[in-house]
């Protein structure tokens, strides 16, 4: 497994913009499918969104679309989900995950390693 922690979540007015980060200790994310998830209070975790580890491939949740941009610096050993024109729905914790391969249906598949997890809060 490997080691992922998140920085970059905080308090926004709704149309704005964040850019989270996520990094690994003590390993290299170059071969790793990356992927970002959310859970909102009282709600199951969802899939936001995911690349491969070359970024030639990415996958979206319908939600974030057009919105969020998933992306990633090998060189710097981080994967990055910026957010743009930001909701109260979005406000959720947001985790960074990792698994080997990827795979068509990369929104349905599990993760073998998680962060802790960064808040993002979306007022009104």
């Known amino acids: 497994q490997v080691q992922l922690v998140e920085s970059g979540g905080g308090l926004v007015q709704a149309g704005g913009s964040l850019r989270l980060s996520c990094t690994a200790s003590?390993?290299?994310?170059?071969?790793?499918?990356m992927g970002w998830f959310r859970q909102a209070p009282g709600k199951e975790r969802k899939f936001v969104a995911a690349?491969?580890?070359?970024?030639?491939?990415?996958s979206y949740a319908d939600s974030v679309k057009g919105r969020f941009t998933v992306s990633r610096d090998n060189a710097k050993n981080t994967v990055y989900l910026q957010m743009n024109s930001l909701k109260p729905e979005d406000t959720a914790v947001y985790y960074c995950?990792?698994?080997?391969?990827?795979?068509?249906?990369?929104?349905?598949?599990?993760?073998?390693?998680w962060g802790q997890g960064t808040q993002v809060t979306v007022s009104s």
């Open positions: 003590g390993r290299t994310l170059s071969s790793y499918t």
């Open positions: 690349i491969n580890w070359s970024g030639g491939s990415t």
């Open positions: 995950a990792a698994r080997l391969t990827w795979e068509p249906n990369i929104a349905t598949v599990s993760f073998d390693s």
